[in-house]
Structures are given as C-alpha cells and as structure tokens.
C-alpha cells in the first residue's frame, strides 16, 4: 500500500508492514498549484519525514508548468540537480519518475542518476544540516557497498564540504556527480547542471556548491 491523500503516518507500518509510504504532505504536485517555496524540501525531513517514509513524487526535469499547460503559469522552485538528490533525501521504498518521458529523453544523461538510485537502505547518515537552508545525506544501498549523497538547498544556495570518512578503509571507488552548473538558479536557469566523475577513497574530502533551490546528487560505487 502506498497511500495518497492520506493521513500522517504515526508508526503504524511497523503493525503493517505492508504500507510502505504515505504522502501525506505538501508534495510535489504543488509545483503545479502555485510552487512549493525552495526551502520546503530541507525541512520534512526534520518534520513530515519522521513519522515514516514520504511518497513525494521527485524527478521533475521540466521547470516551466506553462509549456505543459498553457493556462498554467507555475513554477517548479527547483533545480535539476535538486530533483535528483530527492531520491536520497525523501525516504521512500517505493520511487517514480514523475515527469513526462519526453523530458527525461531531453537530459537522458541526468536521469541515468533515476535508473541507478536505490530504493531502500542498509544506513543513512545526516552529515550536514540546517533546516530551512541545507541538507545533506549519504545512504547506503541496501545488500551492496555502494553509497549515494544527496543535497538539497534553500533560498541562499550552499556550499558542502563533504568527508567520505564514512567509505570502507582501504577501498577505491568511483564518484559520479550531478550538480548544478555554475550558472544555475531555481527561477532562471533550472536545467543547468554538469556531470563529472572522480576516484576517491575515504580519506577524501570534496567542496562542492548548490545554487539557490539547487543541490547535487552522488553515486559512489566501489573499484
């Protein structure tokens, strides 16, 4: 059961663990209603998220609602960048690909991040966090060493510095990035983002800067 509409959860899918998700929120549909503020997706964790895993429907690569639906003229307050790092920031074990297929093909590099993103974790991780501005998460795929970072920024943008302290000791692996492109900006330049790869083990430490409504998004697989 994946619940929409539904009622806050209160703990009850450790009785049923059959529910695995709930909406329950203020979630990504409201892009379409008006637009969530930038700051939204760095504060359920820490509030909506606690009670159980959230159904919010990331992954949205088309910022301008006005070229779906000429009568609308919303606007999704995030990044590119942003929507990726959802998949790891907005728990769930149930994910989607929320926007129109037509769109992923335009930025078919961005949603390799979609297809290689895992669904459920064996440990999560908060290593930087300040809500309603930032929010950082390393998770680890469940049964693999594998590991995915995700951030998400507020009004301001960010800039981490991540310590992949947390990877196995003496083991090499491969980070592939998705961040915004210098120039990105929620409102103005939404789909601008780079992708680049790097080795590193886990005495490697990474600067790395969200714009504003921005993030970035990580895959580290091992060598």
Known sequence: VNAHEAVRPTGLSRTWPNLIGNESARGTEYQAFGGNHANHVTILPFTRLIGGPMDYTPGIFEMDIQKINPKNTSHVNSTLANQLALYVTMYSPLQMAADLPENYERFIDAFQFIKDVAVDWDSSLYLEAEPGEYLTIARKSKGKNEWFVGNVSGEKGH??????????????????IYADAPDAHYKTNPQAYVIKKLKINNKSKLKQRSAPGGGFAIRIVEL
């Open 159 to 176: 800039e981490s510095i991540l310590d992949f302290g947390f990877l196995t000791t003496g083991k090499k692996y491969e980070a592939t």
